[in-house]
């Protein structure tokens, strides 16, 4: 290995030693902790290792990669939420926060290993030019994507710019190329629409910067004054999270006073309390809260506050039980450190961390054309996960990885049986009532919405 370069990577680890003994204290050249001994060690053993990897290993390496390699796997080691983020994966997680992209405007996923349309989403240059659902994209500017990161990566670009995107079509013997002008996409994390007059649905994808005001904009088209809604069905089935202060807003709509939320660290800066506020329009009406083993995170934020207040009745299955919250802090070139500084505890005080909302009604989703299958069975969670925290920092750890892989395989396998690979995928075009009425658990909850109408007018006679 070049010395010059040597020199300057030893140089480097020393700065991070260094870095490591300040951030210790003032105090530090007087009482050095056994502690303190430990990780100056263990921070030349990673120095002496990494020299020897570069001198002997049978393959030139890539310094640089190597110790992001061995950040990374350090980060990875703490549990599954915290990360090393390289600048694509920060610019993703900006996007979902800003609420828009660049792009084509189409949502997909992987199926028999090639990358498949779900849906194009309305008005989007994806849509206009024709590119419809199980369309199979096998190249984009003449190039086979390796796979779905690849793909968005590919598909992804300045506003104005061209794309060429090749689909396979069923029934359409040759491939058909469609030449796409990017624009910015709105990421759509709302959808709404009234079942039948006096009751709404509304679908919340993922909570973005938009999630509340077009969440309020969908309550205005499903409360006019003419005809009051009698109940409302928040659908927070498969929804992964995102920003907390949308989660609380959301919770807020519906929550006059008290709690919505604590969350504890370690350090005092890292814990809060989140309360509700009297809000202008009054929202009296029932609402039923569909969840699964998707709904995570702040979507589970939202439903344990309604379900603790009695504000909302919960139907579904056991949600993901993701009850941590993470920070993003901005490091050189582009990279960030995403890091898990507190618990989350709903306002009755309990963690869902690893355990998830329990629903109130607990009633399994059935997927299209088979009695027999549930769309979220074998769904991995939160408790599966390597590494994973406890609901308390005080519980005693177990051996709780060691099922992992064999869950994660079977979970696969499961995939492999089920008639699509989600059944829910009707939701991700436009919203219809027949979609909807092929939904168990949403006519489920409509129907005890309509006997609550029904049995309140007999009581109030």
């Not at 049978?58 to 061995?70: H, I, S």
């Not at 969670?381 to 920092?393: G, M, V």
């Not at 990885?401 to 699509?420: N, S």
């Amino acid at each position: 290995m070049d010395q010059k370069k040597y020199r300057h990577i030893r140089l480097w680890i020393a700065v991070i030693i260094a870095a490591v003994f300040l951030t210790i204290g003032a105090g530090f050249s007087r009482d050095l902790s056994a502690n303190n001994e430990e990780t100056y060690k263990g921070l030349k053993i990673f120095s002496d290792v990494l020299q020897i990897i570069e001198n002997d290993y049978v393959d030139t390496v890539d310094t640089k990669e190597l110790v992001q390699k061995a950040i990374q796997g350090m980060i990875r080691g703490l549990d599954p939420h915290s990360a090393l983020l390289p600048p694509e994966a920060l610019e993703d997680l900006e996007i979902d926060s800003e609420g828009e992209f660049p792009g084509i405007g189409i949502h997909i996923t992987l199926q028999n290993d090639l990358v498949t349309v779900i849906s194009p989403i309305e008005g989007t240059p994806a849509f206009k030019a024709g590119i419809k659902a199980k369309d199979k994209i096998i190249k984009i500017d003449g190039v086979t994507p390796k796979d779905l990161r690849d793909a968005v990566n590919k598909m992804r670009g300045p506003k104005g710019t061209t794309v060429v995107v090749t689909v396979l079509r069923e029934g359409v013997p040759d491939p058909i190329d469609f030449t796409l002008v990017r624009d910015i996409i709105p990421v759509e994390s709302i959808k709404s629409i009234l079942i039948k007059p006096g009751y709404g649905y509304i679908w919340i994808t993922n909570f973005t910067g938009n999630t509340t005001d077009d969440f309020l904009k969908a309550l205005d088209k499903l409360e006019p004054p003419s005809v009051p809604l009698k109940g409302l069905i928040l659908d927070l089935r498969d929804n992964g999270g995102g920003l907390l202060n949308q989660a609380l807003k959301i919770s807020d709509i519906f929550l006059e006073d008290g709690k919505i939320l604590s969350i504890e660290g370690r350090h005092k800066k890292n814990s809060r309390v989140f309360k509700a506020h009297p809000d202008k329009v009054k929202r009296n009406y029932p609402i039923i809260a569909l969840i699964n083993g998707g709904t995570a995170s702040a979507s589970e934020i939202v439903a344990g506050a309604l379900q603790d207040h009695k504000r909302a009745l919960i139907l579904g299955t056991t949600s993901f039980g993701k009850g941590s919250v993470q920070s993003v802090e901005p490091l050189r070139d582009g990279y960030a450190l995403k890091l898990t500084i507190a618990r989350y505890y709903t306002p009755n005080g309990r963690s869902i961390q690893a355990k998830g909302i329990e629903p109130d009604i607990v009633l399994r989703h059935k997927a299209a054309g088979n009695e027999n299958i549930y769309d979220d069975e074998g769904m991995i969670k939160e408790k599966d996960l390597k590494n994973h925290l406890d609901a308390n920092p005080d519980e005693k750890k177990d051996d709780k990885d060691a099922d992992f892989e064999i869950k994660k395989d079977k979970y696969k396998k499961d995939l492999k049986k089920k008639p699509k690979m989600y059944d829910m995928d009707y939701r991700l075009g436009p919203l219809t009532t027949e979609g909807l009425k092929s939904d168990n658990q949403v006519m489920h909850a409509l129907e005890i919405l309509l006997s609550y109408d029904i049995f309140k007018d007999k009581i109030n006679r």
